[in-house]
């Protein structure tokens, strides 16, 4: 049976006439021993039980603890890596626009070399072309003249008359065609 302090404050003893009932008290002071007894076994268990608590919840708290340095460092990281990634973008992109400003102009120094030679070509071609062309009708001309004219003595024009020593015809002057296939 559970004593409450109501309990003790209305318990009445049977008098006598020189004290209370010795056995009442007894009883009484039984009961409450036992009371007390079981309240402080049940302090102890409660005590041992929040002893345990507060070490679990120690224990708790240090694992917060390191968890949130844990995320903190974690962040940290994880902002310096996105940094870092940032970085290398500009720096790859840079390097792109670079690389790629240095194609364009080279492409573009490469065509107006190209323009260049074409250009030159043209241009040795007009040359080739108007030589030839000069060639060719001075060609047309002296064609057109019919006369091709031997430099050299009136002595040389003379022997290209004369009959030639193993010719058997000794009046017959110098024909060109007697040198031609299926001639004579």
Request: hydrophobic fraction near 35%.
């Amino acid at each position: 049976m559970r004593i409450t302090p109501i309990d003790i404050q209305q318990q009445q003893f049977k008098t006598r006439p020189f004290g209370y009932e010795k056995a009442g008290v007894d009883h009484f002071l039984e009961l409450l021993s036992e009371e007390v007894a079981r309240l402080n076994l049940e302090s102890q268990q409660l005590k041992d039980d929040l002893l345990r608590t507060r070490a679990a919840l120690d224990e708790m708290r240090q694992r917060e603890a390191t968890l949130k340095e844990t995320l903190l460092t974690t962040q940290k990281m994880t902002d310096e890596l996105k940094q870092n990634a940032r970085k290398e973008a500009e720096l790859t992109m840079m390097e792109a626009e670079l690389r790629g400003e240095r194609i364009v102009r080279d492409a573009e120094e490469r065509r107006l070399q190209l323009i260049a030679d074409i250009q030159e070509v043209k241009r040795q071609k007009i040359t080739f072309e108007t030589s030839l062309r000069n060639l060719v009708e001075s060609h047309l001309r002296l064609l057109d003249l019919n006369v091709v004219a031997l430099p050299g003595s009136e002595r040389e024009t003379r022997q290209l008359e004369e009959t030639l020593p193993f010719d058997g015809d000794k009046g017959r002057s110098f024909d060109p065609g007697d040198f031609e296939p299926g001639a004579r």
